[in-house]
T-cell receptor, first 113, second 112 residues
Framework: GDSVTQMEGPVTLSEEAFLTINCTYTATGYPSLFWYVQYPGEGLQLLLKATKADDKGSNKGFEATYRKETTSFHLEKGSVQVSDSAVYFCALSYGQAGTALIFGKGTTLSVSS | DTEVTQTPKHLVMGMTNKKSLKCEQHMGHRAMYWYKQKAKKPPELMFVYSYEKLSINESVPSRFSPECPNSSLLNLHLHALQPEDSALYLC???????????FGPGTRLLVL
């Protein structure tokens, strides 16, 4: 079945460091891909999305490119801030009626000043 | 406006109580969802409504009963819950079932 695999956390970085959170997926078709962020005590926020191969999603300095050849959607940010500390979920939607999001297990990011 | 609202924010209930969680969106979305999230885990899908009709029930126990009174509202009725049902309950909506979902802030439920 379809699945999403994220790198294990926690990821601990100093402020202004470069961030990469790896995400790979398994799908029998052509899913849309998403990154969601969950700040402590809150719900999930859609961070960015890509709907087809080679699309680049970007928002708030975060970027991810839909790579069909490597079945990947890695999240990157050039310079993290303390306020980026959160749990990040990679997800796919297979696009068929009656299906919904398939989430990875989540990666906790902790940024210190 | 990409806001999904949920009430209450927190809820404590005994195992014999009946309570309801409410969710509302005014984005004109036609799909709405209930998720359950335990600490340090991803959300688990419970129910999906598409055009006000239940389209997915992920084998959720009958002590959870969803209701979609109209295209903007989604309720989750709770009855005779167990302590292991304590979790964050998230509502989400999307334009169609396969599109990007927008989540509410959640209701943190504690069952005593």
């Amino acid at each position: 079945g379809d699945s999403v695999t994220q790198m294990e956390g926690p990821v601990t970085l100093s402020e202004e460091a470069f961030l990469t959170i790896n995400c790979t997926y398994t799908a029998t078709g052509y899913p849309s891909l998403f990154w969601y962020v969950q700040y402590p005590g809150e719900g999930l926020q859609l961070l960015l999305k890509a709907t087809k191969a080679d699309d680049k999603g970007s928002n708030k300095g975060f970027e991810a490119t839909y790579r069909k050849e490597t079945t990947s959607f890695h999240l990157e940010k050039g310079s993290v801030q303390v306020s980026d500390s959160a749990v990040y979920f990679c997800a796919l939607s297979y696009g068929q009626a009656g299906t919904a999001l398939i989430f990875g297990k989540g990666t906790t990011l902790s940024v210190s000043s | 406006d990409t806001e999904v609202t949920q009430t209450p924010k927190h809820l404590v209930m005994g195992m014999t109580n009946k309570k309801s969680l409410k969710c509302e969106q005014h984005m004109g979305h036609r799909a709405m969802y209930w998720y359950k999230q335990k600490a340090k885990k991803p959300p688990e899908l419970m129910f999906v409504y598409s055009y006000e009709k239940l389209s997915i029930n992920e084998s959720v126990p009958s002590r959870f009963s969803p209701e979609c009174p109209n295209s903007s509202l989604l309720n989750l009725h709770l009855h005779a819950l167990q302590p292991e049902d304590s979790a964050l309950y998230l509502c989400a909506s999307s334009q169609e079932v396969s599109w990007a979902q927008y989540f509410g802030p959640g209701t943190r439920l504690l069952v005593l």
